[in-house]
């Protein structure tokens, strides 16, 4: 199984970017996914979840109203829209599925056993 993230970058506050992670070596329809992130000197958080037929999503608090979570299972994606970007923002973001076939939102990163090799999303003030 991998899991290939990809967009990350350097913006200002306020502006937009789009991350996509490309799945591959699974039944990628019948998984539920999520994306994380890691500042530094902190600990891994929940960011975003959507289930197998991207109908359900469930965002962090801290994300909610500015990040959309969406996929296309024809073609094995996983998009994150960031927009309205804020310093605290800055973080490598993972994007994550679980080890098993498991098809509704899951929010705890316990619950994910496939992590992407991360991208670096960095917000200038």
Known sequence: ??????GGGLVQAGYSLRLSCAVSGLAFSTYA?????QAPGKEREFVAAVNWSGR???YADSVKGRFAISRDNAGNTVWLQMNSLK????AVYYCAAPRLSYTD???AAAAYGYWGQGTLVTVSS
């Open 33 to 37: 996914l999520g994306w994380f992130r």
């Open 105 to 107: 939102v899951l929010t």
């Open 1 to 6: 199984v991998q899991l290939q993230a990809s």
């Open 56 to 58: 359900r999503t469930r």
């Open 87 to 90: 310093p605290e923002d800055t």
